[in-house]
């Protein structure tokens, strides 16, 4: 009560002061005194708050006519690895979200490539090319050729030791794989289309097969050698073909892009002589499946590594076609054609005989009727 009636004191003494001071704005200036509030320590004395400074009302937002269209929601996008999965708003509603936890329409993934390298492939032809050249990559350029060494050796002759100069033949490990590529810097064109490139489109594409089933079945096939052209045949090593007749690519086969043969091993193995293991192994399974691709040895033995279309010139004059029945049959033909000619027409000299055959025995018996005479 005393408080009040000195606020009320204070309040009349400052209208007296302004005349022209109305009574709330003398109230609103007028400091609200400090609220005590019964507590032990008197120096836990909250102060009153500060009052609110007057706020500005915003200007009143201009209607809407019923005959705007109102702007349709934008979809929400969430954080998400696949940019196809927006979540709309219709999809975050009160009711979606009562009915349970958003689950997202599940894609199958696509299966995983062999060789990373089929990734993004849109153009066959051109994974294809790449395919081959990470095989050709990948794999070792060696090979085993023979050289002559002569070493001093002590023999007897004649009940004598002497010491004489013999040659012997050892095999030697090489490494070709600088060949590729002074054959491709010969030519002015990158390895890979050298390599690759040279070799026959079909022939790439029934490889290619060939080769990825192959990967498929647990084996790691490799390219040693594809397309040769002249200059890349005369200075390979070991059996080879004349360098203008090799069918990797030789200049009466066709030259480049018409490359028919390819060089196949294994990579799987840390040494040499493991690979070894593993390249015949290969080859035993191209020589089993490889006709359903396409594909055949036709040098087996004599040349192992090397692979061709079982539908070109090469594969049937050393196999034939189908069962492999075809070069028998056609050498048994030749033989035929042989003998018969030679029943059907005898030499000059056979004739000459035969004309003076009959002579000879008339002077036989001349000569004898003559001695019994």
């Not at 009160?94 to 990734?119: C, M, Q, R």
Request: glycine fraction near 8%.
């Amino acid at each position: 009560m005393d408080d009040g009636i000195a606020l009320t004191a204070d309040i009349a003494a400052a209208v007296a002061a302004a005349p022209g001071l109305t009574i709330t704005e003398a109230v609103s200036e007028t400091p609200a005194p400090a609220v005590k509030l019964a507590a032990a320590d008197p120096a836990l004395i909250l102060p009153t708050e500060a009052p609110a400074a007057p706020q500005i009302s915003p200007e009143p937002e201009p209607l809407v006519s019923e005959a705007t269209p109102a702007a349709a929601p934008e979809p929400v996008k969430l954080a998400s690895a696949d940019p196809t999965e927006i979540v709309t708003t219709d999809a975050l509603s009160p009711a979606a979200i009562a009915s349970g936890p958003l689950t997202p329409v599940s894609k199958a993934s696509p299966p995983a490539d062999t060789v990373a390298v089929l990734d993004e492939c849109f153009v066959m032809d051109a994974c294809i090319d790449r395919y081959l050249w990470t095989l050709y990559q990948r794999t070792a350029k060696e090979d085993s050729i023979k050289v002559q060494e002569r070493r001093a050796v002590t023999v007897k002759r004649k009940g004598k030791t002497v010491t004489v100069m013999r040659s012997f033949t050892k095999l030697v490990d090489q490494d070709f794989g600088w060949k590729d590529p002074k054959a491709a810097e010969h030519a002015g064109m990158p390895m890979m289309d050298y390599v690759i490139g040279g070799m026959d489109k079909s022939f790439k594409r029934k490889l290619f097969r060939t080769l990825l089933a192959a990967e498929a079945a647990g084996l790691s096939p490799g390219i040693t050698s594809a397309f040769r052209d002249d200059y890349r045949q005369s200075i390979a090593s070991g059996l080879k073909a004349a360098s203008d007749r090799s069918y990797h690519g030789g200049s009466t086969r066709g030259g480049y892009g018409h490359g028919m043969a390819a060089d196949i091993v294994s990579t799987q193995g840390n040494n040499r002589a493991q690979r070894w293991v593993s390249t015949e192994i290969l080859w035993k399974w191209v020589d089993a499946n490889g006709k359903a691709y396409g594909i055949g040895r036709p040098y087996l033995g004599r040349d192992p590594p090397h692979v061709g279309p079982v539908d070109g010139q090469e594969y049937i004059s050393r196999r034939g076609t189908g069962d492999g029945k075809q070069v028998a049959s056609v050498k048994s033909k030749n033989k035929k054609v042989v003998r018969a000619a030679a029943h059907a027409k005898p030499p000059k000299a056979q004739a000459a005989r035969e004309q003076r055959g009959p002579a000879k025995p008339q002077k036989s018996a001349q000569s004898t009727g003559k001695r019994a005479t």
